[in-house]
Every structure is written in structure tokens, then in C-alpha cells.
């Protein structure tokens, strides 16, 4: 009697359940994170188990990462980096309808934080890689697997860490497959459009510092650095960046605007956009560079007048020259503020045409013949950034089909995150195919 593997749309949710099970919060701060160590050996040891030989990366103590190569039949050509990131946002489980580190499955759904962001397609990746290993089919061209640490935190332990120091590990990787991008936004019951990430904006964390004279609280002041930061920081808070419609979202809302039949103004896009329901949000912030006040630090006692002040500024750029969006920011805090920069990583923007998307296409419509693949830009950061460092290509592709009814974008990072385990099934059977068709 032969022992029988497991169907890898089977196996697909107990690594999913088991990954939600491993809590590997990502805090910003090493001291106060669980880490991803446990997460990557787990990983580590599903590859080795069935003959894929796991490089085990750590940057500090706990951060792990796990990168692997699928030899192809073609040594010819370019290889494919696949990726996701291990760590999550942290959770309270007092919020939650079922204990986020549970890995619970009920309603037809697999309930846990991670559960979209971005366990299930590290689970996806893992199912379709260890049947493959267990039947004998070889992908056309490598596959670089990277399962990363410290996405939620800026990937300075992750993504940017092995770019910079292993570069190696990446050798001959052109594109790469990732988060956030192939789920599915239901425009009627033969119609699904799935968007695949091609561009995401980019990211200036800033802090603007003003200075004044220190005083007495009960005294005439006219130098007072708290009330200068105040009218800067809510100048800056209310105010609406030029719109600018690239490549990318210009394709996206044509695509959109034909499959609704809603009349698109080129002038006026956000017209549009208000009609696409939760993902008005994200997509919404893709016209125009943005920028957010989240912080403010100023003073130590009630009557005293401090000397500075500062705030943080979320600034998101769309792609093209972020010294031009400081400029227009500049303008709008005026010239005593000074600008420190916190974080900066470009914005990056690929086309959405080759054999990659063809394949990319092929798949859902395989899976699902109501499917089309439409490109779009992510208002947030993956670790895309990091790997376009490398000069490859990168797409936001983690297929998942979605129930029309799902507010999927409020998930992410959201209470009672979780995935549908028929999506999770979806899933697997596309990357099946678009990993053999890559
Ligand atoms: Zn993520």
C-alpha cells in the first residue's frame, strides 16, 4: 500500500491554519516583536521535507528569513523570485470574534491575523511547490522562493537586508510575484475583475521640527513654536496635491469604467472612483501624492512655552520625481519649518503587458471564465520596493477569488482578518498554473 500526499487544495489550508497558529507579530521594535523565526523554520521544514534545500537568514535575533531555488528545465532563462512576507501586525484579542493566533475554520472561512496579509499566499506557495516536489513536475524556469521577515516594519530586517547583503540569492531573477494584487472585485456575476498590482506609491515619512522662543505661559509671545507647527501641520492636513493619472491608473480606470458602464472624465477621475464601493480608498489615493500629519511632540509643562515643536508628516508619492513633491510640500509649510526625512523609498511602476501577465490572465480565466486581469496601483508599500532595487520587475499577484459581498481592503491589517477557504482553493489552482505557464 502506497502512502497518498495529500491534494494540495487540501494541504493548502492546514498550512494556512498552522501559519496562523505560529504568532509572529511585528511591533517595529526587535525587544517587543515575536519575531518570524519560529514561522520560517516551520517553513524551512516544510521545504526540506520534501527535497527543497531552505537558506536560513537571520538579522537580528528572532527576524528570520527563508530563501530557496527551484532548479527550472530551462537554465536559459531568467528566473522568477516568488515572495511573502511572514510577519503580522499586531493583535488584541479582545477585539476579535475568535483569538487571532488561532488558526480557527468556520463559516467557510480560515480566521486569523495574517489570514490576507500574507500567510495565506506563503501557504499557496508552499502547497503548490511541495506537490510538485512530490510528483516530479520541474517549473520551465527557476524559482527563487523568499519568505521574509519585517514587511510590516519598513523590511529593514527583510526584503531590504537580503537585497543588500545576498543579491546572490536572487541571481538572474527579472520579475517577481508578490503581494498586494490578484484578488478578485465582483462587477456582476460574469464579470470579476482581478487586480494585479503594478505600480505602488511611494514613501516620505517626514518630521517637520519648528522653532521658537522659549517663554512663560502668561506673557505676550509672538515666537511660539507650537502655534507655527499647528498652522503648518493643518495646512498641510488639508491639503489636496494636483491630480496626476499615470499609466497605471489611467489603464485601471478605463478597464473599470467599461466594465461598469460608468462615464470616465479624464479630468475629473474621483467621480468614478466613488462608485467602486471599499476599494474607493485605495484607489482613491492613487491620483494625487498625499500627505497625512500622524504625530505631534511639543512641551513639558503646562505654563511653559517650549522652544520646538515637531510632527510627522505620511507622505505616499505617486512615481515619478519625489524631489519635485517636496517642493509642492515645501510650499504649502512654508520656509521657517525645517524637514527632516525620516524614511524614503521611491515609488515603482511596471508595465502590465508580456508573457508574465499573459499567464497571469490565462490562469483566472482558467479558474474563472467570469476573470479579467486589470493592472492598478497599491496606495501602500510591499516589499516590492526592496527587490526593484535589483532591477526586477515586480507584480502584486497572490490569486484569490473573493465573495462580492467581502470588504476585503478593511481586512488588511483589520479585526477578524480571515480568508475564505474556497479563495485559498482558488488560489492554489491558479498559481499551479500560472507557475507551470511562467
Ligand atoms: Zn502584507
Sequence with gaps: MTLRHPAPTDEVVELCRDLLRIDSTNTGDTRTSAGERVAAEYVAGKLAEVGVEPTILETEPGRTNVVARIPGTDPGRDALLVHGHLDVVPADPAEWSVHPFSGEVHDGYVWGRGAIDMKDFDAMTLAVVRDWQRTGVRPPRDIVLAFTADEEAGSDLGAHFLVERHPELFEGCTEAVGEVGGFSYTVNDNLRLYLVETAEKGIEWLRLHARGRPGHGSMIHDDNAV????????????????????????????????????????????????????????????????????????????????????????????????????????????????????????????????????????????????????????????????????????????????????????????????????????????????????
Design 227 to 438: 502655534t507655527a507647527l499647528a498652522e503648518a501641520v493643518s495646512r498641510v492636513g488639508r491639503h489636496r496635491f494636483p491630480l496626476v493619472v499615470t499609466p497605471t491608473v489611467r489603464a485601471f480606470l478605463e478597464e473599470v469604467s467599461a466594465a461598469l458602464g460608468v462615464e470616465l472624465d479624464p479630468d475629473d477621475p474621483e467621480t468614478a472612483i466613488a462608485k467602486l464601493g471599499p476599494i474607493a480608498n485605495i484607489i482613491g489615493a492613487t491620483v494625487r501624492h498625499t500627505a497625512n500629519p500622524t504625530r505631534l511632540e511639543a512641551g513639558y509643562k503646562d505654563n511653559v512655552i517650549p522652544g520646538r515643536a515637531t510632527a510627522t508628516i505620511d507622505c505616499r508619492t505617486l512615481p515619478g520625481d519625489a524631489d519635485e513633491f517636496i517642493a509642492q510640500l515645501r510650499e504649502v509649510i512654508g520656509p521657517d519649518l525645517e524637514i527632516e526625512h525620516i524614511q524614503r523609498q521611491p515609488a515603482v511602476e511596471t508595465t502590465f503587458d508580456g508573457a508574465l501577465v499573459d499567464a497571469m490572465a490565462a490562469a483566472l480565466r482558467a479558474e474563472d471564465p467570469g476573470a479579467r486581469a486589470v493592472p492598478y496601483m497599491l496606495s501602500g508599500g510591499t516589499d516590492a520596493k526592496a527587490f526593484n532595487r535589483l532591477g526586477i520587475r515586480c507584480f502584486g499577484f497572490a490569486p484569490l477569488r473573493l465573495p462580492a459581498d467581502l470588504n476585503f481592503s478593511a481586512l488588511f491589517h483589520g479585526i477578524d482578518e480571515r480568508v475564505p477557504v474556497d479563495g485559498l482553493q482558488f488560489g492554489v489552482r491558479v498559481l499551479d498554473r500560472f507557475l507551470r505557464a511562467s
